[in-house]
């Protein structure tokens, strides 16, 4: 790959990788540190033959696979709180019929980072349970109530900002 092409490359694909390290780590400069090092793992390591949507797929899984090392690497000796799963008994409750998209980004930010973060990879990112799974090592299971979690925790944060 040429200078050119690479700056070309580069241009196409980098926010797209850093908006995706930033949601992940939800710090711009350790979101900057991440797309770099993605770029230069992409660069150095090279994928060829790949259609331009496998090299940025690649890309995105990659930058992923860093932003989550990065959090385990920032969390490692913090216990993750653990609360209780709610009972298949209780009601799920239901968003507001309109709600501000930005309302949502921000409530999002405000969860604890598993919450965040898997909320992040399924409903932004388009991610299944199996791919978050093969990225994190966790289990589907662990994945699936994490996410049932987050979204009744961002559920209630909206609803409290309501009042």
């Given at each position: 790959?040429?200078?050119?092409?690479?700056?070309?490359?580069?241009?196409?694909?980098?926010?797209?990788v850093?908006?995706?390290?930033?949601?992940?780590?939800?710090?711009?400069?350790?979101?900057?540190?991440?797309m770099?090092?993605?770029?230069m793992?992409?660069?150095?390591?090279?994928?060829?033959?790949?259609?331009?949507?496998?090299?940025?797929?690649?890309l995105?899984?990659?930058?992923?696979?860093?932003?989550?090392?990065?959090l385990?690497?920032r969390?490692?000796?913090?216990?993750?709180?653990v609360?209780?799963?709610?009972?298949?008994?209780?009601?799920?409750?239901?968003?507001?019929?309109?709600?501000?998209?930005?309302?949502?980004?921000?409530?999002?930010?405000?969860l604890?980072?598993?919450?965040?973060?898997?909320l992040?990879?399924?409903?932004?990112?388009?991610?299944?349970?199996?791919?978050?799974?093969?990225l994190?090592?966790?289990?589907?299971?662990?994945?699936?109530?994490?996410?049932s979690?987050?979204?009744?925790?961002?559920?209630?944060?909206?609803?409290?900002?309501?009042?």
């Amino acid at each position: 790959m040429t200078r050119q092409e690479a700056t070309e490359f580069y241009r196409s694909h980098s926010k797209a990788v850093y908006n995706t390290a930033l949601r992940i780590v939800r710090d711009p400069e350790e979101a900057e540190e991440i797309m770099q090092d993605t770029f230069m793992k992409y660069f150095t390591k090279g994928v060829p033959g790949l259609s331009e949507a496998r090299k940025a797929a690649w890309l995105r899984t990659t930058c992923i696979r860093m932003g989550i090392d990065f959090l385990r690497r920032r969390k490692k000796g913090l216990e993750l709180f653990v609360e209780r799963i709610p009972d298949e008994a209780e009601e799920e409750e239901e968003l507001p019929e309109s709600i501000d998209v930005m309302r949502i980004r921000t409530a999002m930010e405000r969860l604890p980072h598993p919450y965040s973060l898997i909320l992040d990879l399924i409903l932004i990112e388009g991610m299944d349970y199996a791919g978050i799974a093969r990225l994190t090592g966790q289990k589907e299971a662990t994945l699936r109530s994490w996410y049932s979690r987050g979204r009744a925790k961002l559920i209630k944060e909206l609803k409290t900002e309501n009042i």
